[in-house]
């Protein structure tokens, strides 16, 4: 059974619009929610995180909104730029960042 | 130190074979972890290490798996007896010690198991 859903396998964006990445997962007791980037041939690379006893935390294009109730978090991108496209992992943890659970990814594409 | 590096990039190997990959962590990160992805998944989580203590092993670390970190720095994981359901991206990541800190993820090694 899958703790972290990323329902959608891929998602298309003009370049300039906003991307918008969901997440979902079942595991009440996560408390700690990070967002990994992944190019092709490379590692997953840090983006940004947020902890619960917050519902948002930006940083620059990037902000992160957490809805603890309905066990959702989403990834906002604005403005989507081209060098954006790559596949988003939500990854979360119920031990203070320690160890992390990973969904199956997003694969976005920012259109020129 | 430009990050977690990981050896080899690429190995193919014939079924039966014995592996073995290497990980250099970030040198000041006392943490290490090995993940496996396949395609069209997200790592999922083998063993983690702190200093040379592995605390944690996943059910999906079969006994063919071995993992160490003799000196609480680099880690290698060695897969005996090869299987292609072994065939997968292999990610070796570190991070410092305590509580909501991100992993640094090396590049991975894709293993073909023919």
């Known amino acids: 059974d899958q703790q972290v859903k990323q329902n959608s396998p891929s998602l298309s964006v003009q370049e300039g619009r906003i991307s918008i990445l969901n997440c979902d997962y079942t595991?009440?007791?996560?408390?700690?929610f990070l967002w990994y980037k992944k190019y092709p041939a490379e590692g997953p690379t840090f983006l940004i995180s947020?902890?619960?006893?917050?519902d948002k935390n930006e940083d620059g294009r990037f902000t992160v909104f957490l809805n603890k109730s309905a066990k959702h978090l989403s990834l906002h991108i604005v403005p989507s730029q081209p060098g954006d496209s790559a596949v988003y992992f939500c990854?979360?943890?119920?031990?203070?960042?320690?160890?992390?659970?990973f969904g199956p990814g997003t694969r976005l594409s920012v259109l020129p | 130190d430009t990050g977690v590096s990981q050896d080899p990039r690429h190995k193919i190997t014939k079924r039966g074979q014995n592996v073995t990959f290497r990980c250099d962590p970030i040198?000041?990160?006392?943490?290490l972890y090995w993940y496996r992805q396949t395609l069209g998944q997200g790592p999922e989580f083998l063993t983690y290490?702190?200093?040379?203590?592995?605390?944690?092993k996943s059910r999906l670390l079969s006994d063919r798996f071995s993992a160490e970190r003799p000196k609480g720095s680099f880690s290698t994981l060695e897969i005996q007896r090869t299987e292609q359901g072994d065939s997968a991206m292999y990610l070796c990541?570190?991070?410092?010690?305590?509580?909501?800190?991100?992993?640094?993820f090396g590049p991975g090694t894709r293993l073909t198991v023919l």
């Open positions: 990541a570190s991070s410092l010690e305590g509580t909501y800190n991100e992993q640094f």
């Open positions: 990854a979360a943890s119920g031990d203070y960042g320690q160890n992390f659970v």
């Open positions: 290490f702190q200093n040379e203590a592995q605390l944690e």
């Open positions: 947020i902890s619960s006893i917050k």
């Open positions: 595991n009440s007791m996560f408390d700690y």
């Open positions: 040198s000041e990160h006392n943490r």
